[in-house]
């Protein structure tokens, strides 16, 4: 079972507040979420999907494709994925695949690798690091495959991520609309207002 957990999109992607505007960040999590989840419907051998969610964005995203929707507490995507990998294993799935809803670059293609490449053994894992290398994994003595996805690796979470985004190859949501900002044009003074909120018009 594939499980997205989405955080409230109107609070979402706090580190590019240096050049997004809140209205800018919040459009950026929608389509990239969006993203995401076009991603996993074009998969044509995915297991099911469930959107751990209370954002009525994310909800009537997920209806949308017909994915199933269980609603977090809001206490944190650690905790939203908890509850909902009780959820799985109360559906009796044996693995769960946690999709980030923040890497637009995703393809099905490296989902599919993901599955193929899973240790058979029970416990084991499929860990896929971001483009920075941030984030650890605690050894459990438990098979682990790790592998290099440049699309499922490539999370937005810095002003360079936004350029790496709009210049990819593609025509995806998130990447159109960071193009239609032509963030390389804005000089320190707009940076500055829209670091205190305040946005030229």
């Not at 809140?22 to 389509?31: I, K, T, V, W, Y």
């Given at each position: 079972?594939?499980?997205?957990?989405?955080?409230?999109?109107?609070?979402?992607?706090?580190?590019?507040s240096?050049?997004?505007?809140?209205?800018?960040?919040?459009?950026?999590?929608?389509?990239?979420?969006?993203?995401v989840l076009q991603a996993l419907a074009r998969w044509q051998s995915r297991p099911s999907v469930t959107v751990v969610t209370s954002d009525s964005f994310a909800r009537?995203?997920?209806?949308?494709?017909?994915f199933e929707v269980v609603a977090d507490d809001n206490s944190?995507?650690?905790?939203?994925?908890?509850?909902?990998?009780?959820?799985?294993?109360?559906?009796?799935?044996?693995?769960?695949?946690?999709v980030p809803a923040d890497i637009p670059l995703i393809d099905s293609s490296e989902l599919q690798e993901i599955v193929d490449c899973a240790p058979h053994s029970r416990g084991g894992a499929?860990?896929?690091?971001?483009?920075?290398?941030?984030?650890?994994?605690?050894?459990?003595?438990?098979?682990?495959?790790?592998?290099?996805l440049p699309g499922i690796a490539r999370d937005i979470d810095r002003p360079e991520d936004l350029r790496e985004l709009a210049a990819s190859?593609?025509?995806?949501?998130?990447?159109?609309?960071?193009?239609?900002?032509?963030?390389?044009?804005?000089?320190?003074?707009?940076?500055?207002?829209?670091?205190?909120?305040?946005q030229q018009r």
């Open positions: 079972m594939i499980l997205v957990p989405v955080k409230n999109l109107a609070d979402a992607k706090q580190r590019l240096s050049i997004l505007s809140p209205e800018e960040r919040f459009a950026l999590a929608r389509a990239m979420c969006e993203d009537d995203l997920a209806a949308r494709f017909s944190g995507e650690t905790s939203a994925i908890n509850m909902a990998t009780a959820f799985c294993r109360e559906r009796g799935a044996e693995n769960t695949l946690v499929v860990l896929v690091p971001d483009a920075a290398r941030r984030g650890t994994a605690k050894a459990t003595g438990l098979p682990c495959v790790v592998l290099e190859t593609g025509d995806r949501q998130s990447q159109k609309l960071v193009r239609s900002w032509n963030l390389g044009s804005r000089n320190r003074v707009e940076l500055c207002q829209v670091e205190h909120g305040v």
